[in-house]
C-alpha cells in the first residue's frame, strides 16, 4: 500500500517522535512523548467514538503504527493474529479519523477519540466491538454468567465486507 | 482484607463463572461468558466514567478479579507492578462502582462503565489517567512529539492520599 508520507520510525521501538524515558517524573508530569512498549514491542490502544463517547473496541501498536497514526491521522494497529501492520479500514473501507490522541500517566496505554467512516469498528459487524454486557452483583447468579446482547442488528455484513479473509479471533 | 463474599474462583482461569472456549461462533456470537487470559493469565480492562464517558483508566485483571469484579459490583484489577490482586479503592477511598460490564468480540478485553466515589480514578492525582493530548497529523511538527495537558488541576494530593506508597509507574 502507497502511504503516501514518509515513514518516521525505524525498526523497534525508537523513533524520533519518541523521547527516552528517563525518570518518573519525566513520564507522568512532563511534556514529551516517551511510550512505554511491552516486552512484545506493543502498547495498547482504547479506542472511543468521538460523538457518543462509545468504546469501539481495543487494540495495540507498535512503533511503527504509533508513529504511522501520530503523522497520518488515521488509526493503524497492529495485529497480533497476522503479525502485521493494520491500517484500519484497508479491508472495510470502515477507516477511523482521529480527532483526538491522549496518552496515560505512565505512557503505556494510548486513547484514540474517533470518526468511523462507516460508523461501525467491529469484524464481526457490530458497531462496537463491546456488543454484549455482563450482569454484574446480585445479579450475576447464573454460572456460567450469561451475557446479553446490547446492539440488536449488525450495522453491516462481514461476509461480504471481508469475502473469506480468515477470522481474526483465537480460542 | 475481609470481603464478606464467598470467592467463587480457584487459582488460574477456571471459575464456575466462566465457559470453556469451544468455538468461534460460542465466542463471537453465544451469551455464554468465556473469557480468554494472555500468557500472563491476564485480560485488559478500559474502565470509562459511567456519566460521561471519559476514559478513566486501563488496567488488567486475571481471573479472580474478574470473579470478584462480576460477584461484588465493584473493580478489582490485577496490579502487575505489584504482582497482586488489587481492590481499586482499598487504599485511597476512590473505589469504583460497576454500573455496566462489557466484553468485546473475541472476550479478551473487559469493559467497565463505573462511577467513582470521590470522582478521581488516576494515582497521580488526576480526575482521568489520560490528562495529555498529543497532536496529530499536520500539527505533531516537533521531535519529540510535546503533549498537552488536558486536565489544570488535580482532584486530590497524591501524598496525603497514598503516603509513601511505591510509585507503581515503571521505566
Known sequence: MDIGWEVMTEQGSKSPLFADRLSVEQVEEGHE?????????????????????????????????????????????????????????ATSGLVQKVREMRIDDDQDCVWLRVEVVGDASC????????????????????????????EREKTFDPVEVYGDAPNPTQL
Chains 1, 2 share one sequence.
Open 123 to 150: 469484524h464481526v459487524g457490530y458497531r462496537s466491538c463491546f456488543y454484549r454486557s455482563l450482569p454484574v452483583g446480585e445479579t450475576a447468579g447464573q454460572r456460567p454468567v450469561q451475557l446479553q446482547f446490547e
Open 33 to 89: 512523548l516517551a511510550p512505554k512498549f511491552d516486552e512484545r514491542g506493543l502498547i495498547p490502544v482504547v479506542t472511543t467514538a468521538y460523538a457518543s463517547g462509545e468504546l469501539l473496541m481495543h487494540g495495540y501498536m507498535n512503533a511503527e503504527a504509533l508513529a504511522r497514526t501520530i503523522e497520518s491521522g488515521e488509526a493503524w494497529y497492529y495485529s497480533r493474529s497476522r503479525q502485521a501492520l493494520w491500517h484500519k479500514g
